[in-house]
T-cell receptor, first 109, second 114 residues
Framework: GQNIDQPTEMTATEGAIVQINCTYQ??????LFWYQQHAGEAPTFLSY????GLEEKGRFSSFLSRSKGYSYLLLKELQMKDSASYLC??????????FGAGTTVTVRA | ETGVTQTPRHLVMGMTNKKSLKCEQH?????MYWYKQSAKKPLELMFV???????ENNSVPSRFSPECPNSSHLFLHLHTLQPEDSALYLC?????????????FGPGTRLTVT
């Protein structure tokens, strides 16, 4: 089974940097995904890590350490539109995704 | 239409009703999924279909019955639901089973059971 932990809420100022941590325990790790979900909308894919290290995509970066069961999502140059819930999801096997409860990020002017 | 669509977007039903949720993906994907998202809880995987064959039933009560007539369409038939079944039901699809393929989500159906 899965045990995925991430903070419930974070608040930051426009233009700042925020780091959302995710820790997990799994019996068959096969990749970690980050999704963004705005209120009332579908989750949208942000990043995927399967090997240790940092993946950078514009203002968003994601890091993975498999030995520590740890990942983070880094949001740089925060914009108001980045206010959303960020979901950490761990894949077991070929298709099974287990999600954390999500971190609600509020960006203030 | 593009991406993953779901209908209806909102549904209110009594505990004795029978209704169906519909999902359609326009991405040419081969795997489709049903998830349940309750307030303040993680998304829960309910069912998985790969090439129209069900490959996962995540201990879901029999009052939820999935149907996948082809790789583009997925239904969730509902009957004699309970108030605790009220939630957002999300459909997703992915290209194939493989590990690096991200899942694309539909906008969800907000279900309220009265």
């Amino acid at each position: 089974g899965q045990n995925i932990d991430q903070p419930t809420e974070m608040t930051a100022t426009e233009g700042a940097i925020v780091q959302i941590n995710c820790t997990y325990q799994t019996s068959g790790f096969n990749g970690l995904f980050w999704y963004q979900q705005h209120a009332g909308e579908a989750p949208t894919f942000l990043s995927y890590n399967v090997l240790d290290g940092l993946e950078e995509k514009g203002r968003f970066s994601s890091f993975l350490s498999r030995s520590k069961g740890y990942s983070y999502l880094l949001l740089k140059e925060l914009q108001m539109k980045d206010s959303a819930s960020y979901l950490c999801a761990v894949k077991e096997g070929d298709y099974k995704l287990s999600f954390g409860a999500g971190t609600t990020v509020t960006v203030r002017a | 239409e593009t991406g993953v669509t779901q209908t209806p977007r909102h549904l209110v039903m009594g505990m004795t009703n029978k209704k169906s949720l519909k999902c359609e993906q326009h991405l040419g994907h081969n795997a489709m999924y049903w998830y349940k998202q309750s307030a303040k809880k993680p998304l829960e995987l309910m069912f998985v279909y790969n090439f129209k064959e069900q490959t996962e039933n995540n201990s879901v009560p029999s009052r939820f019955s999935p149907e996948c007539p082809n790789s583009s369409h997925l239904f969730l038939h509902l009957h004699t639901l309970q108030p605790e079944d009220s939630a957002l039901y999300l459909c997703a699809s992915s290209q194939e089973y493989g590990s690096s393929y991200e899942q694309y989500f539909g906008p969800g159906t907000r279900l309220t059971v009265t």
